[in-house]
């Protein structure tokens, strides 16, 4: 599942990092310092409905378009951020004493995948911290495959939170800032109860939609503090719909710390549970944002700290992806870049794993009417590529393609190498007579 912060040690800055997924009025208008992405704003349900209309009226033009389309979808516009703020927190918190277990076993600081807890140690600190008898905790692995190696990884703890509804008393974890256990779910209200199952409805009905018009579905990412709700949400919706092919696509945020555990953890999900693992890359939108508020709130910077470390942190991820197509073919990748050298490093991998173009593990996406000089070149060589086109009133996507100018590092380079190179294009086509053909 997508992983939030995942601190090792019940150390001040694990309760530094828990402030992240708290809901902060200041914060309310989520839009201020944002460059590269449109904010929806909730006013009701009936509104939610809207936009779910709005998407599904996509789905339509992107398979009346082109075969194989895409069409992104925001789950900000179908459910009230406050919710998805409030559910990111709880899954974190369940993720944190995952952790603060793995680090009382000698596992500070582990990879997630390599962090594994043994069954019986783990039964013995849960009955000496009054959260259930090993008699209680036996009972959690009951009827699943969870435990039968001797250990439990962060895959099988995130699982059993699913369960959550079999437990026969509300599920307590120790606050060690207090020394007192409490209830895991003791923010979720009826209405919050509601909001999970309207926001899965309405993913279920664009999915359909979706997979009846041939269109993938990209579920954007969005700020970190609402990011691991929207990943749970989104990995829900690619168990039922991922299971012949990938319909629904991740979008993981590469300046993020947590980008690398979280493409690891989901691709691994996918290989247990035999679905097929879809993603997008992309750098991230929000960084001006993700810093403010987190000095604000006095949590760590959740983004890398230089667009040196982001690059290397994207082509880690990227790497991973196109291992695990190599291998399984269950995987696929949109590359969503205006990024040259990634757009290399993605050429030269793929060659070298034997990935053909033709394959369709791999595509490219750039946005409308930018870097046409990557765009246009990948497409005649035979590649999948894409452009990502904003729609509204003019006055909100204006706006948009201004931030997006000014978040692309050297914009006006690249606009005014695309300059030269088209000037190029039509003196070559001029000496040779072909001003009209290619």
């Given amino acids: ?73 925001k789950l900000t516009a179908l459910a009230r951020p406050q919710f998805l703020v409030r559910f990111s927190e709880v899954l974190v918190k ?22 594994k807890l043994e ?3 783990l039964q013995e600190a849960l009955a000496n911290l009054g959260i259930a008898s090993k008699a209680e905790s036996q009972q959690w692995f009951t009827g699943e495959n969870l435990g039968t190696s001797g250990t439990v990884d962060l895959l099988d703890w995130n699982s059993l939170f699913d369960g959550r509804a079999k437990l026969s008393r509300p599920l307590l974890i120790p606050n060690r800032k207090t ?7 003791s923010r979720f209200s009826e209405e919050e109860e509601l909001q999970m199952k309207r926001v899965l409805q309405r993913m279920d009905v664009l999915a359909k939609r979706a997979m009846e018009k041939g269109v993938r579905l990209m579920v954007d990412a969005e700020q970190s503090y609402f990011q691991p709700a929207i990943s749970r949400l989104t990995v829900e919706t690619q168990r039922r719909f991922n299971r012949s092919q990938p319909i629904i696509y991740n979008t ?74 190599k291998h399984t073919r269950k995987a696929s990748v949109m590359v969503a870049s205006h990024n040259e050298d990634t757009v290399k490093f993605t050429l030269r991998r793929m060659m070298e794993l034997g990935i053909h173009p033709s394959d369709k593990k791999v595509c490219f996406g750039q946005l409308l009417g930018m ?28 706006p948009y393609l201004s931030r997006r100018a000014q978040e692309n590092r050297g914009f006006m380079q690249r606009a005014n190498r695309e300059r030269d190179l088209l000037w190029k294009e039509v003196k070559r086509r001029l000496l040779t007579g072909n001003l009209f053909s290619r």
Avoid at 371 to 398: H, M, R, S, W
């Fill in 1 to 73: 599942v997508g992983h939030g912060p995942s601190p090792s040690s019940s150390t001040p800055g694990a309760e530094q990092r828990g402030k992240q997924y708290r809901a902060h009025q200041g914060f309310g208008d989520h839009h201020g310092g944002v460059t590269g992405a449109h904010i929806y704003f909730y006013a009701d349900e009936a509104k939610c409905d809207q936009h779910m209309e709005t998407f599904l009226h996509c789905i339509d033009a992107s398979s009346g378009s082109s075969e194989d389309g895409f069409s992104a979808i």
């Fill in 94 to 115: 369940w993720r944190r004493f995952f952790h603060q277990m793995a680090a009382e076993q000698g596992q500070a600081g582990w990879a997630v995948l390599d962090t």
């Fill in 119 to 121: 069954v019986e140690k």
């Fill in 179 to 185: 020394g007192q256990l409490e209830p895991l779910l």
């Fill in 252 to 325: 993981y945020q590469c300046y993020l710390k947590e980008a690398y555990n979280n493409v690891t953890g989901d691709v691994e999900l996918s290989r247990r549970e035999g679905w097929h693992f879809g993603a997008k890359l992309v750098r991230g939108a929000y960084m001006e944002q993700e810093r403010e508020r987190a000095a604000q709130m006095g949590y760590e910077d959740p983004i890398n700290p230089n667009y040196e470390k982001t690059n290397e942190m994207y082509h880690r991820c990227l790497d991973y992806v196109l291992e695990e197509i």
């Fill in 371 to 398: 870097c046409d000089q990557i765009t246009f070149p990948l497409g005649q060589a035979g590649f999948p590529v894409y452009k990502y086109v904003p729609y509204g009133p003019v006055n909100e996507v204006l």
